[in-house]
C-alpha cells in the first residue's frame, strides 16, 4: 500500500513534470492575448505612422528629456517649491506591488505618478483600477511589455529592446490605448523600459501625442540601495521642478522607508508634490 509521503511524492512529481506545459500555457495564452490588440484598425494605423518615419534616422541614444518646468508653466508663485515622485511598475517577472508604499502615500495625501506596462496591468488587474480610480495618482505609460525603445534594437542593463520602429509603436500605442480603454484617459507621458530611448522613439511619442519622459533624480532603488541611500539621493538632487524615479512593483524593495525618511525632510525645506500631469503646458 502506497503511503501517504509515497502519494505526495509522486503528486509532486507529476506537478514539477506538467510545470513546463503549464508555463507554455500561459504563455500561449498571452500570445493569444496579445492577438487581440492588433485589429484591422491598428494594423492600419501603424502602417500609417511608420510610413510618416520611414526616411528618418534613429537619432541619439540616451535618457532624454527631464520634466523641470514646474509652476514656471503655469505662471504660478515664482517662491513655490515642487517634486513630482513617480513610480515604476515593469512587469513580466517583476509583477510584485507594494502596497504599503501606496497605502503610506495617501496616508500623507502625496500625489505621485505611476508608470505601468501592460504586462503588470494583466498581472494586478484589480490593483490597477482601484489605483486608476484614486485622483491622489496618475496613470501614465510604461510600455507594453516593458521594452526598451529603440528604433535599432539597442538594449541598456540586459533589458530587452524593441526591434524596430514597428515595436516601438506597439509598446507605445498599444499600451495608451490599453489604459484608455480601462481608465477612460489616454495617457500623457510615456517612459521607456530603463527609461533610454532613441531620438526617433521621442518623436513617435509626440506624434501619438505622449512625451518621452526619464527623470532628474535616480532613486537608485533598482540597485539594492538602502532606504538611507535612497533617501540620500533624493535630497541631494531635490530643487524645484524634479521628477524622482522609484519603482512600486517591488515590494522587497525600501522604497517605503526610503519615502518615510524623505518626505517630511522635504516638507521642512518647503516642498509641495505634484503630479506631472500638473506640470504640463496647458495651452
Ligand atoms: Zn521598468
Redesign the pocket.
Known sequence: MTSLKGRLFVAAAVLCLLAPYARALQRGDERNALKSYYTAEYLAFKKRIMAEFVKTGPGKFGEFVKRSKAGKDKGGDKNQKVIAFTF?A?GGSHSGYNEKLIAYLRREQIPATLFVTGLWIEQNKAVFAELAKDPLFEIEN?GLL?RLCSTEGRMMYGVHATRDLGDVIDEMELCARKIAELTGRRPLFFRS?TAYTDELSLKVAARLGMEVVSYDILSGDATKASAKTISGNILKGARHGAVVIMHFNHPEWPDLEAMELVVPELRKRGYNFMKLEDFSVKP
Open positions: 515604476d515593469c510604461h516593458h523600459a
